[in-house]
């Protein structure tokens, strides 16, 4: 079942032994478009720190009737992590003090080990400085809003995505239209997207302004799940191996 991006950000996260924060955004990778990490504001308990963690590490309740998550660490493990402006970008040096700090694989190797409480230790990183750059890490807050281009001209912008909890990505995006079919929202996958402009804000789509028009309107209430996304899949002329 997916939901949008307001089922995650805003809730409170629960250490072991207290809160340590609220989720105020989600990060993606704009290649595969998973989601690698939730930004937590500690507000005033670390001086309005915000902290990184990958979002599998975060559960909560079946009925979710507290809106809260509970992370498998105590507050002293948050508090003594390495800390990095987390402003974009997020550096790959910065997750690798991460992961080595929590031992815990990463996902670049495909770890996604769960566990208990972990030992807090210092991270053992072998080479910092020969891995390099941004590892294309954006955030799903900045892209809301961005202008949507079709492949003949703009139609709307980016209202939210849509999260799957279960395995932390971002099947669909949510788009409104109102520049030229008032009030109608559709719902796109990623995967048409030809390119993200993050100067000019715009994101590109690989579908006419018509074949856009012509997608099935999009009611916020009624609930995505797997039937619903292969048809969407399929009206798209995209694989839905997987889903």
Not at 227 to 234: A, E, F, I, W
């Amino acid at each position: 079942m997916l939901r949008n991006s307001s089922f995650v950000i805003g809730r409170t996260v629960l250490a072991t032994d207290g809160p340590i924060g609220t989720v105020t955004d989600l990060l993606f990778d704009d290649a595969s478009w998973a989601i690698r990490w939730a930004v937590i504001d500690t507000g005033s308990w670390l001086t309005g720190r915000r902290v990184l963690l990958p979002p599998q590490r975060l559960s909560s309740a079946p009925a979710d009737a507290d809106q809260k998550f509970t992370v498998p660490l105590t507050c002293a493990q948050v508090k003594a992590s390495p800390s990095e402006d987390t402003d974009m970008p997020v550096s790959r040096q910065h997750e690798i003090q991460l992961y080595g700090y929590y031992q815990w694989d990463p996902y670049w190797l495909g770890g996604a080990a769960f566990g208990g409480a972990l030992p807090l230790i210092p991270p053992v990183v072998e080479d910092l400085h020969a891995v390099e750059g941004d590892s294309h890490l954006r955030s799903t807050i900045r892209l809301k809003d961005y202008i949507v281009r079709a492949t003949d001209g703009e139609i709307g912008h980016i209202a939210d995505v849509l999260v799957d909890p279960e395995r932390w990505s971002i099947p669909l995006l949510e788009i409104s239209t109102r520049n030229w079919l008032p009030g109608r929202k559709v719902l796109l996958a990623p995967a048409l997207v030809e390119t993200i402009d993050w100067f000019e804000r715009a994101v590109s789509f690989r579908r006419t302004r018509a074949e856009i028009q012509a997608s099935p309107e999009y009611d916020p209430s009624v609930t995505i799940d797997c039937d619903k996304l292969r048809l969407l899949y399929d009206h798209y002329g995209l694989p839905t191996d997987g889903i």
